[in-house]
């Protein structure tokens, strides 16, 4: 092999580790899913007054 040789694999391995180890990382275990939509429920806050002072 050639110094050119030996270089492209001291350069492309790392990249390679580190392209499969951040694919792998991803932290979610088990199979991939669409969780449901948050259900709104109704605030218990009153609504703002209307300001009738300038009718």
Known sequence: MTAIAY??????LPLLVL??????????????????????QPSEAPLPAMDTENE
Not at 7 to 12: A, P, Q, S, T, Y
Not at 28 to 36: A, R, S, T
């Open 7 to 12: 270089r492209r694999i001291f350069l492309f």
């Open 19 to 40: 392209a499969v180890s951040a694919l792998n990382a991803c932290g979610n275990k088990g199979p991939l899913y669409i969780p449901p939509p948050p259900v709104e």
